[in-house]
Structure formats: structure tokens, C-alpha cells
């Protein structure tokens, strides 16, 4: 058993490597699966009201994806084409029509990552963007150009709503706090509609 001195010594160590441990943690915002949602929602109404049959998919800061949504009589491919160009977009910060027009300039960096899993040089992938902080990717095939369907931000703001919005405005409650809490969902959801600068 330790004396009490070198136990404290040990203790004071361990609590600076804690510390030190602390500062160097990494904090980001993510994207939720609500405005993932919202955002292949409204890029396959907008396909669809135009009469493109398409499907989307929105992938997060990893290229995972968040939600993969096929419109109906989207073909069998678009599934995996959607998913590629989302990828590509958050992969390389940029929409996917800007990268195929690099690819098609014979630039000889992107045709070694066209090479890549998971890459594609197709038109119709954006950046998801918080700020200056890419977030994720959102991707649409079955279009013409790909793109036309995907909107700088969701369409309808009063769409972005979260979970824990829908359910406080719920609530009855009139104490002045949950008056605030209505207010700043609100509030919340416009701002993350004009969060998504691709």
C-alpha cells in the first residue's frame, strides 16, 4: 500500500493527464437523422413533382449513411449511385457537378480518385455544411444532371423538426420557460434550414 504523500503525488498526476486528456477532445456538430430525413424527403418531392423517379441518400461527416430513401419507380441503380455522389461531395467538399467537370478536364489527381471505393465523377452530390464545417454529403440520382432535385436547404423550414420540438409543443404547459423552449424550436428549425449552405 502506498504512504499517503507518494498517494497524492500519483493522484495530482493522474488528475493533469485528465485534464490534458480534456483539452484535447475534439467537439463538431453532427447531422441528425430529422434533417437527414428532410433532406432526401425534399429532394425526391421536388424530382417527383417535376417527374424524375429518383432516390436519395444523405451520409454524415464519416460518409456513413444517415438515410437512404428510393422514390417511387426509382430504377434498381440509383440506389448506389445516390450513395456515391453524397460520398463524393463530402469527401472532396464540393458538389459532384464541379467534380465532373474536372474529371471530363482530364485532371490527372481526380482521375486516380475516381479510382477510389465509393468515388463517382456523376453529377447530382452536395456538401452538407454547418458553417464552415462539413457535416455530411446528400446525393440524388435518376434526374437529368443529377442535381436539379437538390436544394440549397431544405425547401419548407417548418419541415426541420426535431423530435424534441414536435414533443414540447406538445406540452400544455404554460410556465414561461417552456414558452421559451416553443420559442427556441422555432427558432431552431429556421436557422437549420438556412444551416445547409452546399
Not at 493527464?17 to 424527403?41: G, M, N, P, V
Not at 456513413?64 to 455522389?85: C, F, Q, Y
Not at 434526374?143 to 414533443?167: F, H, I, Q, W, Y
Request: glycine share 8%; with cysteine.
Amino acid at each position: 500500500m502506498l504512504a499517503p504523500l507518494p498517494r497524492l503525488a500519483l493522484a495530482g498526476f493522474i488528475s493533469a493527464l485528465a485534464t490534458t486528456a480534456e483539452a484535447q477532445l475534439l467537439t463538431h456538430r453532427d447531422l441528425s437523422y430529422a434533417i437527414a430525413k428532410t433532406i432526401a424527403e425534399s429532394a425526391i418531392e421536388s424530382c417527383a413533382a417535376k417527374g424524375y423517379r429518383v432516390s436519395a441518400v444523405v451520409v454524415d461527416r464519416d460518409g456513413e449513411t444517415i438515410v437512404a430513401l428510393r422514390g417511387d419507380n426509382a430504377g434498381p441503380h440509383t440506389m448506389e449511385n445516390a450513395r456515391r455522389k453524397a460520398y463524393t461531395a463530402l469527401a472532396f467538399r464540393t458538389s459532384t457537378a464541379e467534380y465532373s467537370k474536372r474529371f471530363a478536364s482530364d485532371d490527372p489527381v481526380v482521375r486516380q480518385q475516381v479510382t477510389l471505393p465509393n468515388v463517382i465523377a456523376i453529377p447530382g452530390g452536395l456538401p452538407v455544411k454547418a458553417g464552415d464545417d462539413f457535416i455530411g454529403g446528400a446525393g440524388v440520382s435518376g434526374s437529368p444532371g443529377g442535381g436539379a432535385c437538390l436544394t440549397r436547404g431544405p425547401r419548407r423550414r417548418d419541415a426541420v423538426k426535431s423530435g424534441e420540438c414536435k414533443s414540447i409543443r406538445r406540452l400544455r404547459d404554460s410556465s414561461a420557460s417552456l414558452r421559451r423552449l416553443r420559442r427556441d424550436c422555432v427558432s431552431s428549425a429556421r436557422q437549420i434550414a438556412s444551416m445547409f449552405l452546399w
